[in-house]
């Protein structure tokens, strides 16, 4: 089953041609590991994704991003919005909202119009789904800037996951955090895909074969090759492919 269909994605910054003819079917409830080095278009292609993109006044997209490998999310009449609560995103650095903890992962629920008792039993859930009931059961009202940045990042995880999104987008998202609290998103990441689709942006090869189920490797703006991670990692088929799990270049 393919959780996004890309046909045909071009992006450009101004004249800079970001992303060229992109098609890749993204399957649903595994993790999906953009790869690549830098500059060579994975923030590009996953903020394509919740059309992130158009923040910036500057760029042009054609081609098609079909969710649920039918409904195009540049199609006319789409409402944005809606586009991002099914599909969120969870940034490199976490970015707590200047609120309580528990204002922070209630704040999503809050706008689709839920209130009191239900959202105490989301803001609990979701604290304990990213494991992080226990260290903050106590001090709920208390600012989320208090918290460590591992702790952090698994709250602005949970406030990702709080609007119940189909489709959770990663990047880099355990590049800013500590060795254990790393591996402690990725453990996250892993039991979450028995109930989301989730996309993950790395340049660091090892996390991607911890991690990956599906591969995409990017080069210059260009999907290089892409398949399962076994194979792609095994028996990679393009020589530029195994060039960079070689650490030759990139
Ligand atoms: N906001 C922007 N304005 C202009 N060019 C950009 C912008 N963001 C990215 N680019 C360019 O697009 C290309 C791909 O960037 P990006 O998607 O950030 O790559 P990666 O995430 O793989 O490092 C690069 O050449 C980069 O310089
Ligand atoms: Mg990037």
Redesign the pocket.
Known sequence: MVALAVKSLNVW??P?H?LKNITVDIPVRQITAII?P???????LLKSFNRLLEL?E?VRVTGQVLLDGREDIYGPGVDVTEIRTRIGLLAQKPFPLPMSIFDNVAYGPRIHGITNGGLDKVVTSHLQAVGLWDEVRDRLKAPATGLSVGQQQRLCLARSLAVEPEILLCDESTASLDPISARGIEALLRKLKEKYTLVT?THDIDQARRLADYVIFMWLGELVEHGPARPFFEQPGHTLTQAYLAREIG
């Open positions: 910054y101004g800079t970001a690549g830098s500059g060579c278009g994975k923030s590009t910036n500057q942006v």
